[in-house]
């Protein structure tokens, strides 16, 4: 499968005053998304805090988005060295009806081989019933997945597409030229490259900053078919905001940011983070 072009916000996670993850918080953030003209979401992402939630809290996670989605797409973030874990994940997304599943590289065994990492994944894509997209964040991993790697696994019939969050613009090119012809979904993460990602052909992007600037985002992939100039003085507007939010802790800002937009109710992330008290960047507010 392949998405529309568009913007997939990479959700945070409300919670509750228990620290449960809030449905009807779930409901109202995207709604918010919806309104603003986002064509899906991620949940249980970076964003999300993925890693802090359980394999079950993401089920249902995924779950509540799905039921709420009103023609968003929904894409379930799996974050672990676990196959069996990231292939019992895989098959929730399908039981419950969501679209894709987003999978980080198995990250603890950094000293892991390229070649162990694409049997890795390619076990995963013989056995998910639902399309996975390949993420890359070698910040938070340890591995990057090279532009070779992103050609093997695109091969595969049930991989959708990658994610890049690295932040390298030569990976706008290479990864383009590797999903040549293949009909797959390229999102860059780094908002700050969307102009010249949607330049090399990219679907959109799959973005934290899309937490607070949703509708500024997809007025920019909206309008890139018809009115490129147009699309691309929007996204040189919002660079420098683009910029600065990018330097906050996140995501303890972004959620700082939704309550403040009043989408949201607590800001409160779980432990070991702590919520952000501190002033919010200016020049994001500014244009929300």
Same mark, same amino acid.
């Given at each position: 499968? +392949? ?10 996670? %409300? ?8 449905? #009807? ?10 309104? *603003?003209? @986002? ?13 802090? =939630? ?5 089920? &249902? ?11 968003? &797409? ?18 929730? @997304? ?16 950094? !000293?892991? +081989? ?14 998910? #019933? ?14 990057? =997945? ?10 595969? !019939? ?8 690295? /932040?390298?613009? &030569? ?8 999903? *040549? ?18 330049? *090399? /052909? ?8 899309? *937490? ?56 409160? #992330? ?11 960047? %200016? ?6």
């Amino acid at each position: 499968m +392949s998405f529309a072009p568009g913007v997939y916000p990479a959700s945070v996670t %409300p919670f509750d005053a228990k620290g449960a993850v809030d449905g #009807p918080g779930v409901a109202r953030l995207l709604a918010y998304f919806r309104a *603003n003209g @986002c064509k899906g979401v991620v949940v249980a992402g970076t964003n999300g805090e993925g890693p802090s =939630l359980s394999a079950v809290e993401k089920r &249902d996670l995924a779950k509540t988005a799905v039921s709420v989605a009103e023609g968003l &797409d929904v894409i379930l973030g799996i974050a672990t060295s676990s196959s069996d874990e990231a292939l019992w994940l895989c098959k929730q @997304c399908a039981a419950v009806g969501a679209n894709a599943a987003l999978v980080m590289p198995p990250a603890y065994f950094r !000293e892991a +081989s390229e070649e162990g990492v694409a049997l890795w994944y390619e076990e995963l894509l013989d056995k998910s #019933p639902t399309p996975i997209l390949a993420y890359n964040l070698p910040q938070r991993t340890g591995i990057t =997945l090279s532009a070779e790697l992103v050609h093997r696994l695109g091969k595969h !019939e049930r991989l959708a597409g990658v994610k890049d969050s690295s /932040g390298n613009p &030569d990976n706008l090119l290479a990864y383009a030229q590797a999903m *040549n012809g293949m009909g797959k979904s390229l999102f860059v993460g780094d908002e700050t490259l969307l102009a010249e990602a949607l330049d *090399n /052909g990219w679907t959109g992007t799959i973005s934290g900053a899309a *937490n607070a600037l949703p509708n500024w985002l997809s007025q920019i992939v909206a309008e890139w078919q018809n009115d490129p100039e147009g699309a691309r003085i929007k996204h040189e507007l919002i660079l420098p905001a683009l910029t600065e939010l990018r330097k906050w802790p996140q995501p303890m800002t972004n959620k700082a940011l939704v309550v403040h937009a009043g989408v949201m109710d607590s800001k409160a #992330p779980r432990l070991p983070l702590l919520a952000y008290e501190g002033e919010l960047p %200016p020049e994001t507010l500014a244009l929300m």
